[in-house]
């Protein structure tokens, strides 16, 4: 069984409008993270965690919230999407370095 | 900062030859490398991971040695199979644990 679920797995937004990306995984990890990934600039980190509660900035965090409500689920939120957002986001949790992904959401701004 | 170099993009090769992707890195203090693989279409996986100088770790056939004296962790494999088609990653834990920065990738292609 999947042990990181993002949710929704495709979705498709409007420039402008607000968009939540969910994360929940069953590893008991402190730390989770959103990573996005775009062709020939591989995986960016954006947000991370070391628990509940906590989200620190990562490299490319500009446009995007995150919330650490409980050890399961982080969430990332973009207030005011834009076109330029459209990628494919990764969520993980880990265990110092060792990331355990999930499947993927595909988000489109149009 | 800390960062991670992969510098080919794109490697092709015919099934069976050996492949070495490489990777270096830069940080200011004790390194922890990863490789992870993805295939098309799925999320990306751990294949292995090394703090140790010098010592050569494997997994699944591929293997890598991290070296401090040149920041280098590089991935290989003496005989690559149509399988290994993917996209591989390196990357470096940050020095607090928490932060995991990702080079580029390295698009495997392998030919019959």
């Known amino acids: 069984e999947a042990a990181v679920t993002q949710s929704p797995r495709n979705k498709v937004a409007v420039t402008g409008g607000k968009v939540t990306l969910s994360c929940n995984q069953t590893?008991?990890?402190?730390?989770m993270y959103w990573y996005r990934q775009d062709t020939g600039h591989g995986l960016r980190l954006i947000h991370y965690?070391?628990?509940?509660?906590?989200?620190e900035k990562g490299d490319i965090p500009d446009g995007y919230k995150a919330s650490r409500p409980s050890q399961e689920n982080f969430s990332l939120i973009l207030e005011l999407a834009t076109p330029s957002q459209t990628s494919v986001y990764f969520c993980?949790?880990?265990?110092?370095?060792?990331?355990?992904f999930g499947a993927g959401t595909r988000l489109s701004v149009l | 900062g800390d960062s991670v170099t992969q510098t080919e993009g794109l490697v092709t090769l015919t099934k069976g030859l050996p492949v070495m992707l490489n990777c270096t890195y830069q940080?200011?203090?004790?390194?922890?490398l990863f490789w992870y693989v993805q295939h098309l279409n799925e999320a990306p996986k751990l294949l292995l991971k090394?703090?140790?100088?010098?010592k050569r770790t494997e997994h699944q056939g591929f293997y890598a040695t991290l070296h401090k004296s040149s920041s280098s962790f590089h991935l290989q494999k003496s005989s690559v199979q149509l399988s290994d088609s993917a996209l591989y990653f390196c990357?470096?834990?940050?020095?607090?644990?928490?932060?995991?920065?990702f080079g580029k990738g390295t698009h495997l292609h392998v030919l019959p």
């Open positions: 993980a949790s880990g265990d110092r370095g060792t990331l355990y």
């Open positions: 590893n008991n990890h402190n730390n």
């Open positions: 965690s070391y628990g509940a509660g906590s989200t």
């Open positions: 940080t200011t203090y004790s390194p922890f």
């Open positions: 090394s703090s140790t100088d010098n």
């Open positions: 990357a470096l834990r940050d020095t607090n644990a928490y932060k995991v920065i």
